[in-house]
């Protein structure tokens, strides 16, 4: 790794807590005192079997709670970094999983605002309450977002992929998805075949869909590497990868 990159990794490995911010004061105010008034008892049982029981639901469909969200949000200043992180970090702390896609669609709508010093709570983002409803929201459109504006963060995703927790790994798959013709397709390949062995399901479906993806732009080099890498790679990987070639 280079000396470059070092400040960055370094940022991304701190534990964050939320930082002050009277945006989010304000933002969490309003958003706890909405989100209820539309809670649905059976609809959130419902989805909370949906979605594994992972957390619990106040069962808002989802057109309301955007609808909510906007009221939420009316008239509220742009956010700085800080406000994102307190946002999002004080969303999660919350039990209903709503609160949580609040955060997410916040952070997709803002993450530009944000620099590398955002990693460090975009980990713990990913990696409390985990599952792919909110995990890949945050790969695509926060992780993918950060690491296209500073490449220093490149190296962070080469750590990532060899990480212990499933979410990461697929977090570091998949965070190059909506980069097309700026698709690093050595990095994406090389973190593809160092994962081919992974047990998890999400893990090899996250393999086959980052490369579907990429081979929107390059078919020929995802084709190339599916049949040179297929004796690695598992069924499904290879499936999904091919699935529109």
Known sequence: MSHAAEPARERAEAAPG??????????LERLTLLYPTAADPVRARSAAAYMKD?????????PRRRALSRTVLEGTAR???TDCAAIALRCWALPEREYHYFAADYLRRHIARCSSGFMPVLRQLVTT??????????????AGPLVAADPELRPVMDEWIEDDDLWIVR?????????????????LFAH????????????????????REYARTDPQAVRDFVDGARDRLAPLSV???TKHL
Do not use: Y
């Open 129 to 142: 309450v985990s599952w792919w409803d909110t995990v890949d929201i945050l790969a695509v459109h926060a």
């Open 79 to 81: 956010p700085e970094a």
């Open 192 to 211: 593809c075949l160092r994962r081919a062995d992974h047990p998890d399901v999400f893990i090899r479906k996250a393999i086959g869909w980052a490369l």
């Open 18 to 27: 939320p930082p002050r911010s009277a945006l989010a004061d304000t933002v």
């Open 239 to 241: 499936r999904e990868a």
């Open 54 to 62: 992972v957390a619990p639901f106040l069962g808002i469909p989802a």
């Open 171 to 187: 977090t570091a798959l998949l965070h190059q998805l909506r980069f097309g013709e700026a698709t690093d397709p050595q990095r």
